[in-house]
């Protein structure tokens, strides 16, 4: 599948986009300083494993997909490794060496980042659970 | 009009995002480098020659902008950086110290962040009230909405003269004829209106009004307060320092400079102010009613091309000014600005600072068309071409 293609896909149809909110998950607010991509992502966390997550929110083709792809990967790890994922996918954005291999789906990012202010809109459901996992 | 005289449209762009900050034309961007080329020393410190004509040039300026607002004294034009310092100034130290507690100050839900948080501030501050007039069927302020709402407590109105969204225009001579009738204050925003058509602060009988330079063809950073001598005389220096003082021996013993030196202490931004000067004396040439006109005809052309297109969501049909917002159904705003942007056309997606308008219009975020006197039908024509198929721009937008 082309790189648009899967991004189109975790859009309009992302498996972990849902209006529902729980109390029974802990909710990630994270809104860009740059434009209007709000998102609310909400996670469960059992014996330092994420077991499930889910989003909602009202924001542009990169931010959702680049969040229905961030939840793919990092559902069932542990607190350590999703901090690993993280990071690596921030030195993409950063253009710093990374493991290509490591991010999965998330790669598809890879030539979007450059593309003006895209790089924050890929980059914002990591940033507001890199800042939850640093806090909690 | 007068394309040539903006070096950004000599390469292969369509700038429509003039309700963020206008392009500025070679004259403007010479007579600030002749300022740093040619006599680039302080204002106010006229022993020597370089100085003396900065003081010229910067108080020239004062001069054309009262004539270009009509003010009727140069002691009413403050220079700002700008409409939001503008606002924040006559919201905190002018109401900061004539409000009390109870006092009702009247907004809408289309006002810009700078003409609500200034007022949101002073509500948690001395417990003023903030209350918002009712927008009819097409987001306007009619004068009857207002009568409805006035109440012995009632002490502002302060509104945009023209939105930045639903681009409407006020009507804010009706609207200062009943405020002042009732002992209300007027204060105008007028950062989308000030650059696109005559304004004439007496004739309004506003009694405040905020604008920005970089919106009218001038610099950044620089923008002007305008208030009646008498109030200003009443307004607390925001700033206290250089400049701006008499003399001051002891805490007890401080006096200031009269209007408007009290109100700008510190090295003003003597290019900006400049640059405005020059900025105005272009627009005159080009004359304001003209401009106005230009671009109202200029909008009924993109509104009767963008209607033909059944995926575009125009929020307002009826409107005033420049300005276009809508949507393109079910596709995400800042996506279309994205696809807009690999053909070089400049638009605005989001929520354009006026975040309570979704309470109006139900609409949260959208895309914004908002044009000058320098963009033409043919702009508008590649917009519309770019816009009219639906799928291509699902196909570009990533």
């Known amino acids: ?136 | 009009m007068n394309i040539e005289d903006f070096p950004m449209l000599k390469e292969d762009l369509v700038y429509l995002d003039n309700g963020a900050t206008s392009l500025k034309p070679q004259c403007v961007i010479d007579k600030m480098t002749e300022y740093y080329e040619k006599y680039s020393a302080n204002a106010h410190r006229g022993d020597y020659d370089i100085s003396f004509k900065v003081d010229q040039e910067y108080e020239k300026t004062r001069e054309e902008v009262r004539r270009f607002i009509n003010a009727r004294f140069k002691e009413e034009i403050v220079f700002t950086s700008g409409a939001t310092e503008s606002l924040n100034w006559i919201a905190t130290y002018f109401f900061g110290k004539y409000l009390e507690a109870g006092d009702e100050v009247l907004i809408t839900n289309s006002e810009h962040a700078s003409n609500v948080l200034p007022w949101f501030r002073l509500s948690n501050k001395l417990g003023i009230v903030i209350k918002f007039i009712p927008l009819d069927d097409n987001h306007y302020v009619t004068v009857e909405n207002i009568e409805k709402m006035l109440s012995p407590k009632t002490k502002v109105i302060a509104l945009a003269s023209i939105t930045n969204v639903i681009g409407d225009a006020r009507p804010i001579k009706e609207i200062c004829k009943l405020a002042h009738e009732n002992n209300i204050f007027v204060v105008m925003d007028g950062a989308q209106s000030v650059a696109h058509q005559k304004t004439d602060v007496q004739d309004l009988d506003v009694d405040f009004l905020a604008f920005s330079g970089h919106k009218m063809c001038g610099p950044t950073g620089i923008g002007v307060l305008y208030g009646k001598k008498e109030l200003l005389e009443e307004m607390e220096p925001p700033n206290v320092g250089g400049g701006m003082n008499e003399s001051f021996d002891s805490p007890q013993e401080v006096y200031y400079k009269d209007l408007p030196t009290r109100l700008e202490a510190g090295t003003p931004n003597i290019a900006g102010v400049i640059g405005l000067g020059e900025a105005i004396r272009y627009l005159e040439n080009i004359g304001m009613e003209k401009i106005h006109e230009y671009e109202k005809k200029l909008r009924n052309y993109a509104l009767q091309e963008l209607l033909v297109l059944p995926h575009i969501d125009l929020i307002n049909i009826e409107s005033d000014s420049g300005i276009i917002a809508f949507n393109v159904d079910g596709i995400f705003s800042q996506d279309v600005a994205y696809y807009l942007n690999k053909y070089k056309v400049c638009v605005r997606a989001g929520n354009h600072c006026a975040k309570n308008l979704k309470a109006e219009t139900g609409v949260q975020n959208s895309l914004r068309i908002s044009l000058y006197f320098y963009n033409t039908e043919e702009d508008i024509d590649n917009l519309v071409e770019l816009l009219r198929n639906k799928d291509k721009i699902l196909e570009e937008m990533i």
Do not use: W
Request: aromatic share 10%; net charge negative; glycine share 4%.
């Open chain 1, 1 to 136: 599948m082309e790189n648009r293609e899967i991004i189109l896909k975790h859009y309009t149809s992302s498996p972990y986009k849902k209006d529902e909110v729980t109390n029974d998950y802990q909710k990630i607010e994270v809104q860009s300083s740059t434009c209007v991509d709000h998102l609310n992502i909400y996670i469960k966390l059992k014996d330092g494993v994420l077991v499930d997550g889910y989003f909602n929110g009202e924001a542009c083709s990169i931010a959702t997909s680049s969040c229905s792809i961030l939840l793919t990967n990092v559902l069932n790890k542990r607190v350590e490794d999703i901090k690993k994922f993280i990071a690596n996918f921030e030195k993409m954005c950063n253009d710093e060496p990374f493991v290509e291999e490591d991010l999965q789906e998330a790669i598809v990012f890879k030539d979007i980042i450059h593309q003006g202010n895209r790089k924050s809109c890929a980059f914002l459901p990591y940033q507001g659970l890199k800042k939850f996992l640093e806090e909690n």
